[in-house]
């Protein structure tokens, strides 16, 4: 092509036409109606852990930064500006320096300062009293030793020594600034954020509504007047409900991906994407509850369970992992092979229960002396009640005879936490896919998140090592090394990983998935309905 010749006039004015187009085409107005499982806790993100609060709740608040909404792979490098508006780390790698946005408001018309970030974070570390019943993700910042403050617009948080994940700490949607004049015990139900939204109703077990924070420090955006999300916990139900048009989106554990050519067969314009979650299917064993404190009956249950009936159980939705998501979704898991040379992963699970049989014996039981227990499990949606049927069914093959018992969201929770169980299955997920994430929240002692209650000090010093070191290809191999002695401990029983399927019509814009979790993109912002 002559680049020296005119451009065409008619060509001209169509891109332009296009450009112009493009810039103004979102819409305002409108309210986005959300189906929920079960009710949140909650709705103090700092306190929950749970899908169903950071789906309705991220939206209220703000981090310091946050992975780019609009950037489907949540990684280090879309990370980017939200109420810091540049970030600097000392040259030691121990001081990130972060400048703060002037003129934000919170939502009760209070100045966001320095002061809430300095507080907020002294709060996770239990530096200052928080009132929050728990405190779920304090194991993130045992290296931050402490947070600074240069003046209302200049905050510094000071490690004990380099942790490359530490940004990525900040940008998950776990991660919110609070404001420090508001107690926490309010943040529960009627929380105060700077975010896109406001809560205007928490009504338990029945709805939430949200409505647009019209003095959002976001020039333009929201673009949505509201969104209300309904508890619906029958699966079918929500389903039914997105089909008829009562729902513009389907929500979490709603879609699986054997089930989206009934929704297209109904609605052949809905838009479906299947995705990464970090999130696995894991039987749960109390270490300190008896007989499981026997690592001889540990080991038998973990070899007596069939992986590839759990994936095969998920209709195309489930897939083998170690602790760590494993490619092609995560960065840092086991590959196939390697997965496949740990007990209890490999292909032959009949010589796997043979073994597993013998130890149950040499533990005291047999035909005529078996392990009577129970499955505790959350009753908040099938998934749950399905893995621990088929564990129950797969461990009468080593005496083991386990009864099902569901529970509340909440009552299960508790019985978690406080290690009131002895078997369980879950689906236990993870902020981000990083090392340091899951690590320090499933396997440190003193984690509220280590349900199994596994304590191995040595261990804990093995996640140090990787968490500071600086090449990321040793630091890889130490947390694949890591990964294989959790998995061979029994430190954690995973049967799979999930992947997240969800639908929306196709009126709904600017709504974007993560690939590699289910917990980062929920600001909603940038979503607009073109009706």
């Known amino acids: 092509m002559n680049f020296t010749q005119p451009f065409p006039r008619t060509l001209l004015a169509l891109l332009l ?8 085409a979102q819409k305002y107005g409108g309210t986005l109606r959300f189906p929920l499982r079960e009710n949140p806790s909650s709705a103090s993100l700092h306190e929950e852990s749970s899908i169903t609060a950071i789906q309705p709740f991220m939206s209220v608040f703000n981090n310091l930064v946050v992975y780019d909404q609009q950037q489907e792979m949540a990684r280090i ?4 500006p939200d109420l810091a508006t540049e970030w600097s780390w000392s040259t030691d790698n121990k001081v990130l320096t972060m400048k703060l946005r002037q003129g934000v408001l919170w939502h009760d018309g209070k100045p966001f300062t320095s002061a809430d970030v300095q507080c907020t974070w002294d709060m996770i570390t239990g530096k200052r009293e928080s009132n929050w019943r728990k405190n779920s993700h304090k194991e993130w910042y045992g290296n931050l030793k402490e947070v600074t403050v240069n003046g209302p ?8 020594r380099p942790q490359p994940s530490f940004l990525s700490f900040l940008a998950s949607g ?23 939204f406001k809560v205007v109703e928490f009504k338990p077990n029945d709805v939430m509504r949200l409505e647009k924070n019209k003095e959002y420090w976001k020039q333009g955006k929201p673009y949505l007047d509201g969104i209300v999300f309904r508890i619906m916990p029958n699966t079918a139900t929500r ?7 009562d729902f513009d989106m389907t929500g979490t554990s709603t879609v699986f991906p054997h ?6 067969a109904k609605n052949p314009n809905a838009v479906c994407q299947t995705t990464g979650t970090m999130v696995t299917g894991v039987v749960l064993i109390n270490h300190k509850a008896p007989p499981f404190d026997n690592p001889k009956v540990r080991r038998a249950v973990n070899l007596a369970l069939d992986r590839n009936a759990f994936v095969t159980a998920q209709h195309g939705g489930g897939r083998q992992g170690g602790v760590m998501m494993s490619p092609p979704y995560g960065v840092w898991g086991l590959s196939q092979a390697q997965l496949d040379a740990t007990p209890g992963f490999g292909k032959d699970v009949e010589k796997n229960r043979a073994e597993a049989r013998k130890l149950m014996e040499e533990a005291g039981y047999g035909p005529n002396n078996k392990l009577k ?11 749950f009640v399905a893995g621990a049927t088929l564990a129950a069914d797969q461990l009468r093959s080593i005496y083991i005879e386990g009864n099902i018992e569901p529970k509340d969201y909440t009552v299960y929770t508790g019985a978690i936490i406080k290690g009131a169980y002895s078997l369980s299955f879950e689906t ?8 340091d994430v899951v690590f320090y929240e499933k396997f440190k002692c003193e984690s509220i998140r280590n349900y199994n209650k596994y304590c191995n000090r040595d261990v804990e010093a093995k996640i140090d090592e990787q968490s500071a070191t600086l090449d990321p290809v040793k630091r890889k191999q130490l947390v694949q090394a890591l990964d294989s002695f959790l998995l061979q401990e029994n430190a954690q029983i995973v049967v799979y990983h999930s992947t997240s399927s969800a639908c929306w019509h196709p009126y709904v814009k600017g709504y974007l998935r993560s690939k590699n979790g289910i917990y980062t993109h929920h600001r909603m912002e940038d979503v607009w309905l073109d009706k």
């Open 239 to 245: 389903t039914l409900s997105f089909m008829t048009g």
């Open 77 to 80: 490098e879309s990370i980017k």
């Open 428 to 435: 236990s997920g993870a902020a981000i896919d990083d090392p």
């Open 259 to 264: 089930t989206i050519k009934d929704i297209h």
């Open 17 to 24: 036409a296009a450009c112009s187009s493009s810039a103004v």
């Open 153 to 160: 617009y200049e905050a510094r948080f000071v490690l004990g």
């Open 373 to 383: 227990t129970t499955f505790i499990v959350r009753n908040s949606a099938p998934n």
């Open 174 to 196: 776990w991660s919110p600034v609070y404001p420090c004049h508001v107690d926490g015990r309010v943040m529960r139900q009627k929380p105060i954020g700077t975010g896109p």
